[in-house]
């Protein structure tokens, strides 16, 4: 048996790294300058010291890993040169889009223009064939039309192609035969059939779904290729190592980059994954994560234990019909640049500084000044050095950029550029909270706000005050949380085929023998993963809609079907439908869309001993006072006590305002707020009362 389980959460300005030790239940955690040229070579450095400090790479049993790979190649368009191939008459899917103006804010924006095409007219080809609604082939497929499109790849020189043709997810056959023949004529190409990522109804979205897949594919599968070699020379879990998913659960290394698109939120997905382990062990499954790295800050809502989900996403203006966390992001974060414009506003973002230079007060280049100057300036970050002494801090340089390019410009004093640069990015955050929970009918003072990433500690209890919430539940490492994450998760795939029918008069036993295929090929897809039948959990689902919506909601059913089983289902669906839309039409028809089924596969679990309760009063814990400004006491800074982290103790506690170091973040506690420690080394922040 192997002694350590290692997770590492890539990306952003620092590549995170968790290591839990199954002999003693500690974890270890490492923070390491991410390498956004090459993101594996910062898991080989984190690797490689951890050897240094004594771990034995061979005895890692299980390799769990969160990437914004195939993020960053979406967001900044560097992915692949992607050929696509349509049925003969539709190729203009993906410009019709749902031939509709996006709601929202674009709704306001006269200079609204679509995302460019990842494969433009000039690389797409259409192939002769058509399928029928129902899955007749009404016209052969005609092979000549094939080798014209690899013709037409050819001289267009793609690295991937994407094959949608209309109604495949009824009748996949002649995309089987193109997707074939184009990988006999070029192995090297990254070939994506709709009909085996996404076999389900309304084309644009399976179209755009495909094509973002063939897109990034080939970025994020050289680049899991050079981390298998980095862990195959370490020794590092073979035969044990998996990728987060954007859907909660994670996938093993040999199917990542198959359904590389599914990796588009690897990243914040470990983060939620453990906020719902933290939640249901404080007992408390309402909450709204909060994390804040780098580059952005992603929010999700929790409630009753069940995070948010949706089957629609969107990533950069662009359509994503894959099973996910409900997560929203926005450009927020430690790294987002401040600049005034030519008429003399304060912007924030959405450029970053990044991992490469960084802020202004890593010293590492940077000349613009990011929310972290500001962090650093008005006292709520060290002034000396972060990560435990080993990231020296500028903080000088971080001064003269503030007031160089953001105070004398605006013609304010130090104090204020900083506190607007703060005040500017929180609103933004709590914009991004709001639109989860307020905006969708959700009292967010009812739940509880979890912060975490790098710089999550550092805002969050200030947007808990803006906000009315009373309740800040800081986990013990907060800055690698997400990857903490991945070694909670399961592995997850979905498995899922469209038929669309009323669900009045359709027989219990048509219902049980659909479902069969898909448990056929969900089962058998774990047992390929190595997961024994007592690890391997089925979930069906039927996704239901009233006739007509453009949206559908999935019911979990009980298999087999019987009498009246359907009825029972109807009946759930409108009880599901009135909390979600706040309305019901029980009087309505009902149509399946979808059969679903998720396919678990349960994975060792990991426990962390609780700390030891206090035994020394709170004082011990401190570990001096610096000046801080808070903006409810006043325009210049105030002596504050600072706590050291490791220090403090389940049954300690303390009033704000006042500071939180440890090694992988900081925690920034407001004057109305109290802290106490809880029973699992959680720092508890609750809105101070006030007097009538």
């Avoid at 997810?169 to 023949?181: A, I, L, P, S, T």
């Avoid at 007031?403 to 550029?417: F, K, N, Q, S, Y």
């Amino acid at each position: 048996m192997s002694r350590y389980r290692l997770t590492i959460d890539t990306g952003g300005t620092f590549s995170d790294l968790v290591l839990h030790d199954g002999a003693t239940g500690a974890l270890r955690v490492l923070k390491v300058p991410s390498t956004p040229d090459d993101p594996s070579r910062a898991v080989r450095e984190g690797i490689e010291m951890l050897a240094a400090d004594g771990v034995d790479p061979a005895q890692i049993g299980f390799f769990f890993h969160g990437t914004t790979v195939a993020t960053n190649a979406l967001l900044m368009e560097r992915g692949a040169r992607v050929g696509l191939a349509v049925t003969e008459g539709f190729r203009g899917i993906a410009e019709a889009m749902e031939q509709s103006r996006p709601f929202g804010r674009t709704i306001f924006d006269l200079g609204f223009t679509k995302p460019p095409l990842l494969a433009p007219e000039s690389r797409t080809a259409e192939i002769g064939e058509r399928v029928g609604a129902r899955g007749q082939v009404l016209r052969e497929l005609d092979l000549a039309s094939i080798d014209a499109a690899i013709a037409r790849f050819e001289a267009e020189q793609v690295e991937a192609v994407a094959i949608c043709f209309l109604f495949s997810f009824m009748n996949g056959d002649h995309e089987q035969v193109v997707r074939d023949r184009l990988r006999a004529a070029h192995p090297e190409w990254w070939v994506s059939a709709s009909s085996d990522l996404l076999p389900q109804i309304r084309e644009y979205f399976r179209l755009s779904t495909t094509v973002i897949n063939a897109y990034v594919s080939p970025v994020l599968g050289r680049y899991v290729n050079q981390l298998e070699r980095i862990l195959d020379e370490h020794g590092v879990a073979p035969g044990r190592r998996f990728t987060m998913q954007s859907n909660g659960g994670s996938t093993p290394f040999g199917s990542t980059s198959k359904t590389a698109v599914g990796t588009i939120l690897s990243g914040p997905a470990g983060g939620v994954t453990a906020s719902i382990a933290l939640a249901a062990a404080a007992g408390d499954e309402s909450i709204i994560t909060f994390d804040m790295g780098g580059t952005s800050c992603d929010v999700a809502l929790i409630q009753g234990g069940v995070p948010a989900m949706t089957t629609h996403g969107k990533v950069a203006g662009r359509d994503v019909a894959l099973p996910m966390l409900d997560i929203n992001t926005v450009s927020a974060g430690g790294g987002t640049l401040a600049t005034v414009d030519a008429h003399g506003a304060l912007h924030l973002g959405p450029e970053s500084a990044g991992a490469v230079p960084g802020p202004v007060c890593y010293g590492r280049g940077g000349t613009i000044p990011s929310v972290t100057d500001a962090d650093v300036v008005l006292g709520y970050l060290n002034p000396v050095a972060l990560l435990g002494g080993a990231l020296a801090i500028d903080a000088a340089a971080a001064e003269r950029s503030i007031r160089e390019r953001v105070a004398e410009p605006l013609g304010v004093d130090l104090w204020r550029a900083a506190t607007g640069i703060v005040r500017v990015v929180n609103v933004t955050m709590a914009e991004a909270i709001k639109a989860i929970s307020t905006n969708r009918g959700h009292d967010v003072r009812g739940f509880t706000l979890v912060p975490f990433g790098g710089a999550g500690p550092v805002h969050a209890c200030q947007i808990a005050v803006d906000l009315g919430i009373r309740t800040v539940l800081v986990p013990r490492t907060p800055g690698v949380f997400s990857a903490q994450g991945l070694m909670l998760s399961t592995v997850k795939h979905d498995h899922v085929r469209s038929r669309l029918e009323p669900l009045l008069g359709l027989a219990e036993a048509d219902v049980n023998a659909r479902f069969q295929a898909l448990l056929a090929e969900a089962d058998a897809g774990l047992a390929d993963d190595g997961f024994v039948p007592a690890d391997r959990q089925l979930r069906p689902l039927l996704e239901l809609r009233y006739a007509g919506q453009g949206y559908e909601l999935a019911v979990p059913v009980t298999l087999p079907l019987g009498p009246g089983d359907l009825d029972r289902c109807r009946e759930r669906f409108d009880d599901l439908h009135a909390r979600q839309h706040g309305h019901a039409a029980p009087d309505q028809p009902v149509e399946v869309v979808n059969y679903r089924v998720e396919a678990i596969g349960l994975v060792p679990p990991v426990t962390v001993p609780d700390p030891a309760p206090a035994t020394e009063p709170v004082e011990s814990a401190l570990a001096g006072h610096r000046p801080v400004l808070f903006p409810s006491l006043g325009d210049r800074p105030v002596d504050v006590p600072v706590y050291e982290r490791a220090r403090l103790l389940p049954g300690h506690a303390f009033a704000g305002p006042a500071i939180v170091e440890q090694y992988d973040a900081t925690t920034v506690v407001c004057p109305e707020q109290d802290v106490t420690v809880d029973a699992r080394g959680n720092l508890v922040v609750t809105l101070r009362e006030v007097p009538a």
